[in-house]
Each structure stands twice: as C-alpha cells, then as structure tokens.
C-alpha cells in the first residue's frame, strides 16, 4: 500500500477509474513529450532507458544542426546533397519510426484502456494514433524525402566529375534548353544561356547566346578545329551552320571526336557546343546543364505554376507549316501551369527569336525566385521527379553543397541580362570584338556592383 501512494503511475489504483483515467493522459502525454519516459515510469525500465538515449541523442543533434546551419550551413547542405549522407538519414529516421511505434504501442499497454473511464478510452486511443502519425508519421516521410532526394543526386549529378575551381571569380555554367519536337530530327538545343556567377558573393548575369549564331570562333584546342565543322578555326559553312546545328550533327556523326564526354557526365554534342561558346565570348566554362524542354511544363506544374508579367498577346501553338493557333496568352499578370509556360517560352508565330530568347530567360529567372525552402519541400515529390527526368548535367556531386549555397545567395540578388541579339549584334556576322567587350562589361560590372558577401 505505501508504494502505491509512493508511486501511483507505476502502482495505480486500479479499482479507481478516474485515477486509471488521469494515469492514461499522463503516460501518453509523457510518450509524445519524451519518448521512453513513460517505461521508465510505469514499465520496462530497460525498454524505457534505450528510449530515452534515443529521444536525448535526437534533442543534441537537432540543437548542434540548427547551431550549424546558423553558423556554417555548408555542412547541412553537404549532408543533404550527398548519397551516403542521405543514405545515413534515412536508417536512422527509418530506426527512429519503427522506436516509436514500439514505445506507442507499450504505453497503450501500460494505459490499460479497459480500467480507464469509458468516455477515455476512445479518446486516450485516437489521441495516441494522432501523436504516433505526427512522431513516425514524420519521420518515415523524412526518410522517404532523403530516398528520393538520394535517387535524385544519384541520377542526375555526376560521380566521377571533378571539382574545379572559379576562372576569375565566377562559376560560368552552360544552361542548354533541348528541343526534340517532331519536326525535327533528333535533339536540338532551342536555347543557349551561360550563367556567369561569382564564386563569393553569388551574384549572377544571364548572357543570351542567339541559336542562330553563325560564323563562331572555335576555342583553341578544340577538336573541331581541322575537322570539317572548323577546319580554319570558324564554324562556317554558310546558312546552314547555326550554333544550335553543332549539338545533334555532332551527336549524329562525330561523337569520336570527344571521346571522353560520356566519362565524365557529358557528351560529344554539348562539349562542342561549349567549345563555340568558349570562343565565341572569350570565356571558359566549366559545367552545363540540359533541360528538357519537353518535360520543362512538368517541373513547372510541380512548382505549382509561375507567375509572369505577359507584356504583349502570344499564340500557344500556330507555325510556318501551318499549324493552328491553339489558343492565346493574354497581356497582363498570368499564373502559369506547366503547358502555358512552354509556350510562353517558345511562342514565335506572332514575335520574333530574339523577343522568344528575353521570354526564357524572364521564366529561368521567376522559377529561380520560387525555389525557396518552403515551396520546394511541400512540392518534393514532383519537383524531383520532374528534375530526374529533364536535367541532364555534369555538376559533380561534391560540388552541390557549394552550388546550393551559391544558389541560395543568388535568388536574393538581381540578375543582370545581356543579350547578344540585334540590335546590338547581327546573329549572321557578329562583331566578335564587340562581341567579348560586351561581355566583358557585364561580367566587370556585376562585380563592381555587387555587395559584399554575408
């Protein structure tokens, strides 16, 4: 009797089912609140003690990886970008689950629904269902978040690409849009945009590469000088040899002549089409990446759409082979889905290549803006799905806590846009020199403007 009154949650009154009825709030209570707590109160204290390392050992990480991502964010980023990291994760998230609906489960036993109040019982059940699909609930969606996240980075970032590092303090990334429509044969890139970014600070200029650019200087050392694409170092063979031909002629018949590409998470088509752009703006680029152009309306539909400010009346659908017209974008503030969005971006019945190129890069700049963590964490599933399917790129994956960060840093700042379009410059003879100086000055300028990193 002493060690009843001693102890009434371990030696309840059984015989009172209002004390059975406060007892069974409590040990639920104390199994949300802390987990193992409960066993130690009022069942295996063994059980009740490997619960509680468990729920203390989460507490300090939890607290140590807040302080970290305040202090050096880097670390939670690398964490999250790379597969064995995840792969860690996703076991322990995986074991923390399976704990506590072990811990659940044993604390309705203690509870003893069939002494407690009959109006409780219900309530003391759905209650510990309700705390258990928040505790395991949680964690078994963390777990399969870190699945997919690693089946991603698997899938789409490099492994066997080496790091390298900034040429004058920025990151130059080739942003290639693919077009595999059925009018032509096989894959084209329809829009060609390098993203200079600056390594410390993250502030970026999207530079427009026309597709139709014609007579390009090749970069030195390549190989397409000497072959028949360049064989006085200029890829010119008169109306037919655009910059946007170089990718499926390459892929097509002269894959030999990069054969390292596929080694290192490229191909032969994109490596010659860096090699145009390299010469063309006197620059070196280090990484591309290819998007899908087909798949583009997936990644913005798992966005949830994007919002742009439409300045003139475009055609969805209507072309020179006399397709109809499908329908209208309308001037005005639009939320786009996926499907409007692709035509936004390649609707030319009614404007010209040019005012088609400016449209991209609004839409690369607005999706850029929504990425936030909130949007891209309610939206996971389809928003990685999308990118495993559209993105092919040779960004290794060593490189992506950096690029994260980098990104993060962008999306905060304005984004400078030059393109090298008419008026400016003629796409059929280019003034290189004015070409590279116009370049050149924007790179120049971003960094005098850009404010200090912090």
Not at 42 to 64: D, P, Q
Not at 71 to 93: E, G, K, R
Not at 144 to 168: C, L, M, N, Q, W
Request: charged residues 15%.
């Amino acid at each position: 009797m002493t060690s009843t009154t001693a102890s009434p949650i371990r030696y309840p009154d059984t015989s009172s089912r209002k004390a059975m009825t406060v007892r069974g709030w409590w040990l639920v209570a104390l199994n949300f609140l802390i987990p193992g707590s409960a066993q130690v109160l009022a069942g295996s204290r063994k059980l009740g003690r490997l619960g509680l390392y468990f729920t203390f050992a989460l507490w300090i990480f939890a607290v140590i990886g807040v302080i970290v991502y305040f202090i050096w964010p880097q670390v939670i980023y690398s964490m999250v970008t790379q597969s064995l990291a995840l792969l860690f994760v996703q076991i322990v998230l995986v074991a923390y689950a399976i704990l506590w609906v072990v811990l659940t489960l044993d604390t309705l036993r203690l509870v003893r629904l069939v002494r407690a109040g009959p109006r409780a019982r219900p309530a003391l059940a759905l209650f510990s269902v309700l705390l258990l699909v928040a505790t395991s609930g949680t964690a078994v969606f963390g777990a399969y978040i870190a699945g997919v996240s690693r089946g991603v980075v698997g899938s789409v970032f490099s492994a066997a690409s080496a790091s390298v590092p900034p040429v004058d303090g920025r990151y130059n990334i080739l942003l290639l849009g693919g077009d595999a429509g059925p009018d032509r044969d096989g894959m084209r890139p329809d829009s060609m945009t390098v993203v200079s970014i600056e390594a410390d600070t993250g502030r970026a200029t999207m530079i427009g590469v026309p597709r139709d650019l014609q007579q390009v200087p090749i970069k030195e050392g390549s190989p397409l000088i000497g072959s028949d694409y360049a064989p006085d170092g200029t890829y010119d063979c008169g109306e037919d040899c655009q910059i946007s031909f170089l990718y499926p002629r390459v892929m097509a018949f002269d894959q030999d002549l990069y054969p390292n590409a596929d080694a290192a998470g490229s191909n032969a088509g994109v490596e010659a089409t860096k090699d145009a752009i390299e010469g063309a703006l006197n620059i070196s680029i280090q990484y591309y990446v290819m998007i899908d152009m087909q798949g583009f309306a997936d990644l913005v539909d798992a966005l949830g759409g994007v919002d742009i400010n439409v300045t003139e009346q475009l055609p969805m659908g209507g072309d020179e082979q006399g397709n109809e017209i499908e329908g209208w974008i309308w001037p005005g503030e639009q939320h786009m889905n996926g499907y409007t969005a692709l035509w936004y971006a390649r609707s030319r019945h009614t404007t010209s290549d040019y005012d088609r190129m400016q449209r991209q890069r609004e839409l690369q700049t607005a999706i850029l803006q929504q990425f936030d963590p909130v949007n891209v964490l309610t939206k996971f599933q389809g928003i990685a799905e999308a990118g495993a399917q559209i993105v092919q790129t040779d960004i290794p994956q060593s490189m992506l806590p950096y690029f994260v960060d980098l990104a993060l840093k962008t999306k905060n700042l304005p984004i400078d846009n030059v393109e090298l379009t008419p008026p400016l410059i003629d796409p059929t003879d280019p003034d290189w020199t004015l070409v590279r100086q116009t370049v050149a000055n924007a790179m120049v300028l971003s960094t005098a403007t850009t404010a200090p990193a912090g």
